[in-house]
């Protein structure tokens, strides 16, 4: 399956601030998705990107506050501007995979974002 | 309501201790179901893929969906210190599209 690579894995930024998150796939991906895990709940999707085209955004999340970049096919970036407390969760980026047998997302193992 | 509902636990088991895990969901229009093991500070890591009813075995997991109530769980068998983790079942409608995840069930094994 893919390996993802995520930077940076943890980060304590201050409030109003932005911080970038980087999302490396070691294949080339049509789609990559960005999720977001708050402290005891379960994952939701924020935007799915794709390259060359502008992200699809989730109900609840804007591109303003969070801007998606797509350059190519093993790349992507989610940045959370002006972040707030309520920003602080763990960010998590994953890709579609499928082969003659097995079909799945797999996920990069996260950046734990705290906003103080 | 949610669209998967999850019972978060914890929950708490022997080792060798045969462990069920559960999900409901709400949307009929779901076809492919899956479960992922969480461990902490890590990525959701996938277990088992379901498309439809019917039971898929891997090793000692077994994933077992009856979509005629709805429901989706998952079986470890002879449960290892090493399971202890939070797993997460997901469904979606159709290849490419939106996970909808649901709240995660904490499992412990003690030794």
């Known amino acids: 399956s893919a390996v993802i690579s995520q930077k940076p894995s943890r980060d304590i930024c201050q409030r109003g601030t932005s911080l970038t998150i980087q999302c490396q796939v070691d294949?080339?991906?049509?789609?990559m998705f960005w999720y977001r895990q708050q402290p005891g709940q379960s994952l939701t999707l924020i935007a799915t990107a794709n390259q060359g085209s502008e992200a699809t955004y989730e109900s609840g999340f804007v591109i303003d506050k969070f801007p998606i970049s797509r350059p190519n096919l093993t790349f992507s970036t989610l940045t959370v501007s002006n972040m707030s407390p309520e920003d602080s969760s763990i960010y998590l980026c994953s890709v579609e995979e499928q082969d003659l047998t097995n079909y799945g997302y797999t996920f990069g193992s996260g950046t734990r974002l705290t906003v103080v | 309501q949610k669209e998967v509902e999850q019972d978060p636990g914890p929950l708490s088991v022997p080792e060798g201790a045969i462990v069920s895990l559960n999900c409901t969901y709400s949307n009929s229009a779901f076809q492919y179901f899956m479960w992922y093991r969480q461990y902490s500070r890590k990525g959701p890591e996938l277990l088992m893929y379901?498309?439809?009813?019917g039971n898929k075995e891997d090793g000692r997991f077994t994933a077992q969906v009856d979509k005629s109530s709805k429901y989706i769980s998952l079986f470890i068998r002879d449960s290892q210190p090493s399971d202890s983790a939070t797993y997460l079942c997901?469904?979606?409608?159709?290849?490419?599209?939106?996970?909808?995840f649901g709240q995660g069930t904490e499992l412990s094994v003690k030794p």
């Open positions: 294949s080339q991906v049509t789609m």
């Open positions: 379901t498309y439809s009813s």
């Open positions: 997901a469904s979606f409608y159709n290849q490419g599209g939106k996970l909808i």
